[in-house]
């Protein structure tokens, strides 16, 4: 009757992964099935934790990344968070930015930031937007100016 607890847990996780749509609980109720079919099958309790262990980790490191790929490859939306999310924000160059560096204002943040390669260096006080976060630095580019209007 042990078994049961695993597959509550592994079902509990499962509702909580509707709620963040990250798959890291899926992962995680993954093993939980797992060690529950160890329970199942009579094994000992320590073999159950150490399959589960196994298990999740597998799924979390080979499965999972695997199927945020093919996920957003379809278009299917995420909503990016820490310094995914302030990719695409503009902000303001404080410094002129070049290709080894300078400082931008994003989200009432200074940043270190950088131009790509072969990009012209951007002014102090130019708008821009960020390309890509790497690290601690932001790669920025100019930003464009609104013609439709």
């Known amino acids: 009757m042990e078994f049961m607890w695993w597959f509550i847990v592994a079902a509990a996780l499962g509702v909580f ?16 099935l797992a060690g529950g079919t160890v329970m199942l099958l009579n094994g000992p309790i320590l073999l ?3 399959v589960a262990c196994v298990v999740a980790s597998l799924l979390l490191f080979a499965l999972r990344p695997w199927l945020l790929r093919s996920m957003r490859k379809r278009g299917v ?3 990016e968070t820490n310094s995914a999310a302030l990719v ?9 930015v070049t290709a080894t560096g300078g400082r931008v204002k994003l989200r009432g943040e200074v940043w270190s930031a950088r131009i790509e390669e072969g990009a012209d260096v ?3 006080g130019a708008d821009v937007v960020v390309v890509k976060i790497d690290g601690a ?3 920025v580019a100019p930003a464009k100016e609104n013609t439709s209007l």
């Open 88 to 96: 695409t924000m503009h902000a303001k160059a404080l410094d002129d």
């Open 122 to 124: 951007i002014p102090e």
């Open 77 to 79: 939306a995420f909503v």
């Open 17 to 32: 992964e509707i709620f963040t749509l990250d798959l890291t609980l899926l992962m995680l109720a993954g093993g939980a």
């Open 137 to 139: 630095m932001a790669i």
């Open 48 to 50: 159950a934790v150490v």
